[in-house]
């Protein structure tokens, strides 16, 4: 049940992010790639990390690569700053679970 929580805990963080850096997209297109990406990445990651014991920093690397791909899909007309939101929004969440967890 761990995972859930930290699982809506990233996403409650990363919306509003990539909400703000995306404020001209449409705010349900957003609110979909935030959770689609977390939904397909945080699982796979959750298992690597915590079952498999790969290393946090290479795992979190893969999230940020994954995630800023299928920003940059999603948005193309604005690619480069939805790549850069997905690699921010993730760095920010890395970070946090990095500090306090």
């Known amino acids: 049940m761990e995972e859930v929580r ?8 990363e919306l509003p ?6 404020r001209k ?3 349900r297109r957003v609110a979909l790639v935030v ?6 990445s945080h699982p796979i990651v959750w298992q690597m990390i915590f ?10 690397t893969g999230v ?3 995630e800023s791909l299928v920003y940059g899909l999603i948005f193309k007309g604005r690619r480069n ?8 929004v ?7 679970g990095y500090i306090f967890f």
Request: charged share 5%; hydrophobic share 70%; net charge negative.
């Open 51 to 60: 079952f498999q014991h790969i290393n946090w920093f290479l795992a979190e």
């Open 25 to 27: 997209d449409d705010w």
């Open 90 to 96: 993730n760095i920010v969440t890395a970070a946090i």
């Open 6 to 13: 930290f699982l809506i805990l990233t996403i409650a963080i």
């Open 64 to 66: 940020i690569a994954f």
């Open 81 to 88: 700053l939805a790549i850069f939101t997905g690699i921010s």
């Open 17 to 22: 992010i990539a909400l703000i850096l995306l």
């Open 35 to 40: 959770f689609g990406s977390n939904m397909v």
